[in-house]
Structure formats: C-alpha cells, structure tokens
T-cell receptor, first 114, second 113 residues
Framework: ETGVTQTPRHLVMGMTNKKSLKCEQH?????MYWYKQSAKKPLELMFV???????ENNSVPSRFSPECPNSSHLFLHLHTLQPEDSALYLC?????????????FGEGSWLTVV | EDQVTQSPEALRLQEGESSSLNCSYT??????LFWYRQDPGKGPEFLFT?????EEKEKERLKATLTKKESFLHITAPKPEDSATYLC??????????????WGLGTSLAVNP
C-alpha cells in the first residue's frame, strides 16, 4: 500500500466542467499539500493544510477549491478551468508543516483541460 | 532572493559511467536540502535530506553531499533503472515560512545500457 494515494490518475475535462481530485494519506501525518507541476517550471505550492485547517494559500485562482475533511483526506475541487491549468497535480503529506520533516508525494493526477 | 539551480539540465551516461549532479543554492539560514527522484508521469520519490555542511548520505549507488553553497548527488556505476529526473529542494526560513520548499527545475538523467 502506497503512503499517499491520488485518484484519478488521469482526468480530461472541459472548461465548463466541475471535477474533483482526491488524495488519501496512510502515513499518520498531520499536514497535507497540493502542488502543481508544469513543464519547465519548478514545483508550485498551492495549498497547505495542517490538522484540517488551511494554513497556506499561494494566490491560487478561485477556480481551484481545496477541502480537507480530516487529516487523512484532501480534495481539490475544479471548476471552469482554463487550458493553462493543464498540469500534473501532486498531493503530499508530512508530519508537520513547520518542523524538520520530509514531504512525501503521491503519484499525481494528470489533468488536461480542453 | 532565495534560489535553487540544478545542473546540468540533462545528462546522458553509459551504464557504469559514474557522474555527479549539482544543486546550488542561495538561501540564508538553510533548514534542510532535499533530493527527490521522479520517474516520468509519477510523483517525486524522497531520497535524502541533508541539514549541515559536510553531511553525506548514501543509498545504493547514490551519495549526496552538502557544502555551504551546493549539494552534489554522486551516481556510481549507474544502471538504466537509475534513469529519472532528480529534483533538489531547499527549506529556508526566508521563504515566508518553514512550510515552503524552494525547488530546482531538476536534472533529467538517462543511462544507456
């Protein structure tokens, strides 16, 4: 069983659709993250949750809406996306967002907006 | 400005040909340097964390070292299965807070049989 599981692995959606990405971590961590990875760009942190409370929001457009119902699950709700939002979306977790600890990533969800 | 630069951008090696990847950084008060491996279409896989200059860590054919300005990932006698993109990231208190990692663009390594 992998530590951080993401579904779906691939998603194609139209600009008017509403979809969600799901992430589950089995590591007993308290912090969860959403990252965006685009070609020729470094990883971009989108959101950080610590004990289900959002503690970081890096000026992400409102068409991305995160939800963290408990410390093991994280969602990214998507609506009215743009083609430039096509990317690999990575979920990650760590023991604590503010101390010395390692971030572990899921396999990612490939999103294509058409 | 805090920055992480990885070189080379791409590297092609023959199986068994040892080499090194570089990660140079300009951050004040380094709070950790991380190496990850990323296979195509997958998420980054954690390799090492280094915290202080002079520290070294090893895992199979990989060895990571750290100085005050850069880190090297040495690959000894690589095999085709070592082909991947290697990402470097640093944690700095100057990045707003300790929650952010500053990522490099990665080095794409290809090992030919």
């Amino acid at each position: 069983e992998t530590g951080v599981t993401q579904t779906p692995r691939h998603l194609v959606m139209g600009m008017t659709n509403k979809k969600s990405l799901k992430c589950e971590q089995h590591l007993g961590h308290n912090a969860m993250y959403w990252y965006k990875q685009s070609a020729k760009k470094p990883l971009e942190l989108m959101f950080v949750y610590s004990l289900e409370e959002r503690v970081e929001n890096n000026s992400v457009p409102s068409r991305f809406s995160p939800e963290c119902p408990n410390s093991s699950h994280l969602f990214l709700h998507l609506h009215t996306l743009q083609p430039e939002d096509s990317a690999l979306y990575l979920c990650a977790s760590s023991q604590d967002p503010d101390r010395r600890n390692t971030i572990y990533f899921g396999e990612g969800s490939w999103l294509t907006v058409v | 400005e805090d920055q992480v630069t990885q070189s080379p951008e791409a590297l092609r090696l023959q199986e068994g040909e040892s080499s090194s990847l570089n990660c140079s950084y300009t951050v004040s008060g380094l709070r950790g340097l991380f190496w990850y491996r990323q296979d195509p279409g997958k998420g980054p896989e954690f390799l090492f964390t280094l915290y202080s200059a002079g520290e070294e860590k090893e895992k199979e054919r990989l060895k990571a070292t750290l100085t005050k300005k850069e880190s090297f990932l040495h690959i000894t006698a690589p095999k085709p299965e070592d082909s991947a993109t290697y990402l470097c990231a640093v944690r700095s208190p100057n990045a707003g807070n300790n929650r952010k990692l500053i990522w490099g663009l990665g080095t794409s390594l290809a090992v030919n049989p």
